[in-house]
Every structure is written in C-alpha cells, then in structure tokens.
C-alpha cells in the first residue's frame, strides 16, 4: 500500500485494517459499540468515512504536515477512523498504545476517558499532544476540571458507528456540540435528535438521545430516551443526577442511576452501587426532589465489552420508602 509508511507502530488490529482499507472495497466491515449489549457487524460506506474523515482533518487543521496519534484498536470505529484521516491528509499516525508517542508530539490524539487520567500524567512530557478529541463513554466533571485547570485543549465527540465516527463535537468547558461541517439537526416528538446528512449515503439517523437543539446546528445532550425515568408525571434523565453525583462517589465504586417501582409515584429513582456508600446531604441537596434516589441498592455492576455500563431496572424492588 503506498501510505504505509506513514502507519508506525501498528498492532495487529491496525495490520488487518491497512489491508482491508487498501484493498479498495467499496465497503468497510466494523463492529458497534456495544452500548446496549452484544456488538454488532455493520458495513460502513467507504466513501462515507472518506468524508467523515475531510470533515474532521478541516476542523482540526490535519494536513501532510500532521502528526496523529491513536492509541486506540482499529477493530472499531476510532482507531479505523484514525488511520483513514491519515490516509485522506497523507500524514503520518502513530499506533503504538503508550499515551506519550515515542516519535513527536502529536497534533492530535484519539483517546477515550478512562485513558485521560494516565495521560495527565504526562502533562510536562515535550510530547504531550497539542489536541485530544475524547469519545466513547462519557467524561466525568473531575476529569473535564483537571483538562481545564492545565490549559489543555480538548474536544468530546458524539457519534456513533453508523455515522463514521463523530457527527459532532463540543469544547470542554461548554455543554454545547457543534456540527461537522456535513451535518445537520433536528428532533422528533420525543425532543430525540435526528442527524441529517446530504452528503453521506444514510442521509438521516433518528437517535434515541433526548436533545435540547440550539439551531440546526447545536445542541446540549439531555441523556437517553431509553433510559428516562417518569417519577408522578416528571421526566427524569440518569444522566444528569450522575453528573452530578459524581464528585460524591468514592474513587473504586462503580454506579449508576437507575428506576425502580414505587407503589406512589409509579417509578422511582434508585442508585445502584457495587459497594456500601452514603451520600452526604449535600448532594442530596443539588438534586430536585423527583431526582434524589429513594434508596441505594448494592449489587453487582457489569459492563458492555465496549466498557459501558450495563444498565437493569427493579421492577421487583417496590418496597422503597414514600
């Protein structure tokens, strides 16, 4: 293949992909994240993650002259997506899975946020990467503060498989995604947004993520249509209470919000935990009355392969306090 060259430090992940990209077929087989259970085998338009990858190296100002780096496996969309923003910009990709590149600091790198903590680590480090684009899973409040507090920049992506990687990004610090230049959005009944796109072969994606949508190019994530809780008439997203529980959870413990029946409201917010906490009033106190979880509940948490939490309901725990 005549870039490469320009893929250093490639697995066996990387390896699999170079050749199944320069092969030249028309269709790109990939794996979905996994977020509600078993990954699934998609094909992705080749000609798709060509624009989704013009897209991303206009925003970020990739050229020949970029240096990427991806510590990330090519057996899903972002690393893949790496190497094809590579391949579109003639610039070299560093796949090795070490944080720091050995080679020179990158102009950006793709990580997730369970790997943000250990690259913090390396703040003072000459090849620290100039930008991070951060996808995946999403990015706690402490972590977001500590990429803040160093004057670092960095962007979270919201995407998905389907769409080649991400649709949209925002800056941290601000609640608000912004489009990719192909893109644009609307919402359904449910406030659910709805991507829309003359320039790749789907056109449109209806999601199940509750929106509030600025214009046709902006908006804030609310949290998932699936997961929304109805306590006596009022629409809770887990989401938000977990942001917001976050910085009250001991480091170790894994956690998320969850409903549960309750013979007055009908559901009721829980909190499941895998180890004994207690929530100190204070956080109590940042909740609205329809988010504080009426009990916490111990019990064991999985998770995706993909390393998402796999969430359950209890609807045979109804015997929650009023």
């Known amino acids: 293949m005549e870039l490469e060259s320009n893929f250093l430090n490639c697995d066996q992940s990387a390896i699999d992909f170079i050749c199944e ?6 269709f790109i087989k990939a794996h979905t994240s996994g977020s509600t259970g078993t990954p699934k085998a998609i094909s992705l338009l080749r000609d798709d993650m060509k624009i989704s990858a013009a897209a991303t190296n206009q925003f970020f100002g990739i050229s020949q002259k970029s240096f990427l780096h991806c510590p990330l496996s090519c057996n899903y969309v972002a690393g893949k997506m790496m190497l094809v923003r590579a391949s579109v910009a003639n610039c070299k990709v560093d796949f090795s899975k070490a944080l720091i590149s050995p080679f020179a600091q990158p102009d950006l790198i793709s990580i997730v946020p369970a790997q943000v903590d250990q690259l913090l680590t390396y703040i003072s480090h000459p090849n620290f990467p100039e930008t991070l684009l951060i996808g995946g899973a999403p990015l706690s409040p402490d972590q ?44 359904d009944a449910r406030n659910c947004l ?16 509750v929106v509030e949508l600025i214009d046709n190019r902006h908006f804030k994530w609310i949290g998932r249509f699936d997961n929304v809780i109805n306590s006596g008439g009022v629409k809770v997203f887990p989401e938000e209470i977990e942001l917001i529980l976050r910085p009250f959870i001991p480091t170790g413990i894994n956690f998320y919000v969850t409903s549960s029946l309750h013979h007055r409201w009908g559901q009721a917010v829980v909190l499941v935990v895998d180890n004994e906490i207690t929530l ?13 979880p009426k009990q916490i509940i111990v019990d ?11 969430r359950r309901s209890y609807n045979d725990y109804n015997d929650l306090n009023s």
Not at 280 to 292: D, F
Not at 300 to 310: D, H
């Open 21 to 26: 990209w320069g092969s030249g077929a028309r």
């Open 144 to 187: 977001e503060n500590r990429l803040l507090d160093n004057n670092i920049k960095a962007f979270v992506s919201y995407g998905m498989t389907e769409t080649c990687s991400h649709v949209a990004l925002r800056q941290i610090g601000s609640p608000i995604y912004a489009a990719m230049p192909h893109v644009t959005f609307t919402t």
């Open 194 to 209: 709805i991507i829309n796109s003359t320039a790749m072969s789907w056109q449109q994606i209806v999601t199940n993520d």
């Open 280 to 292: 100190p009033q204070e956080a109590m106190n940042m909740l609205q009355p329809a988010q504080r």
């Open 300 to 310: 064991n948490i999985t998770f995706t392969n993909n390393n998402k939490v796999l």
